[in-house]
């Protein structure tokens, strides 16, 4: 028997789902309608560590300073020399534009490229400093890539993998986070929320410290295990003939390798070293390969595999100042 029984009309369901959904719609096309708009905020998408990083060094390279000394590479770069005081020792201006190893050589270049087109005159030295483990990488993360390619274009983008199907992107979710929500300080994780604080906290530092900064975690012992077999990557060889031809003519151009924690090599390192950063500065004809910077550091220099503690940082900066010979050194 039954006690009740209903009929439903398509009105009655366009009413139950069809306007909710319309309304929901219609903000999104207010929201992708009014990015267009000239008064409207340009996208900024600072929302954690990394895409704070990215956007402050392209941010960077848009203010003309003219430095003499560019540095540039990925986070061992950022993280284990001191811009701030390199410029202090060398008495001539320096910028550091180290970015992460989750790019390329390619998205290097840009950077670089996009640092000289707002510059009155060009660097007398710049320096590429890479980890190890960066020559190895066979390819850059497509959402870091992404990232840095649609802020250097001052364009929307969805972070990491979402799908063209997403409603994040129908319904412009990403442009209010990266055009309103990232304006705000939005709190980092972990350690770097304990030393920093927030995103604006970590640009201010970047700002302060001419694109430097400083990995404020302790070394995990679990880090170092894994491969010490360091080989250049074959994707590195057409990237690196494309970096090569945006150094300016008779800039002196320098490659280096930063070190590794003294415990983690499986073999004897030094002489791997070498033969390593030979093979890494053969990609860049006539570039000057840095073979006397310390191929391995004593564990307690290290913040992580790649990183060095500020403290470590400092003395490396030293160390790189002297390898470097500025008033001695040939251009490129």
């Not at 009413?15 to 903000?27: D, Q, Y």
């Not at 960066?134 to 890539?145: E, G, I, Y």
């Not at 992404?146 to 802020?151: G, M, P």
């Not at 994707?235 to 924690?261: D, Q, Y």
Request: glycine share 6%; proline share 7%; aromatic share 10%.
């Amino acid at each position: 028997m039954k006690s009740h029984r209903y009929q439903i009309q398509r009105s009655d369901l366009f009413r139950a789902l069809g306007l909710p959904l319309c309304g929901v719609l219609l903000i999104g096309l207010i929201v992708h309608l009014s990015s267009w708009l000239p008064f409207a905020p340009t996208p900024r998408p600072a929302l954690d560590v990394d895409r704070t990083v990215i956007i402050q060094q392209i941010d960077s390279s848009e203010t003309t300073t003219d430095a003499e000394i560019l540095l540039i590479g990925d986070s061992s770069c950022l993280m284990n020399v001191d811009a701030a005081l390199l410029e202090g020792l060398a008495k001539t201006r320096a910028i550091n534009l180290g970015t992460l190893s989750f790019l390329d050589l390619d998205t290097f270049g840009s950077l670089l490229s996009h640092y000289l087109d707002h510059q009155t005159s060009p660097p007398k030295w710049i320096i590429l400093l890479t980890h190890p483990d960066f020559v190895r990488k066979n390819s850059a993360s497509q959402a870091h890539t992404n990232c840095f390619n649609r802020y250097l274009e001052k364009q929307d983008h969805l972070y990491n993998h979402t799908p063209p199907w997403s409603p994040e992107k129908y319904l412009g979710i990403h442009i209010v986070e990266g055009r309103l929500l990232a304006r705000l300080p939005l709190p980092l994780n972990n350690a770097f929320g304990r030393y920093y604080g927030f995103t604006s906290d970590l640009s201010s530092f970047m700002v302060q410290h001419q694109g430097s900064a400083v990995d404020p975690r302790s070394l995990d012992l679990e880090q170092l295990k894994g491969s010490s077999d360091y080989r250049v990557a074959r994707s590195h060889k057409r990237l690196a003939a494309s970096f090569l031809e945006r150094i300016p003519s008779g800039t002196a151009f320098f490659v280096g390798l930063t070190p590794v924690p003294k415990s983690f090599p499986q073999n004897d390192f030094v002489a791997e070293y070498q033969a390593l950063l030979n093979e890494w500065a053969r990609l860049f004809p006539g570039c000057i390969a840095l073979s006397q910077l310390p191929p391995v550091l004593d564990n307690e220099y290290f913040a992580t595999k790649t990183h060095l503690t500020q403290a470590a940082a400092t003395h490396y900066t030293r160390v790189l100042l002297e390898n470097i010979g500025i008033d001695e050194v040939p251009t490129h």
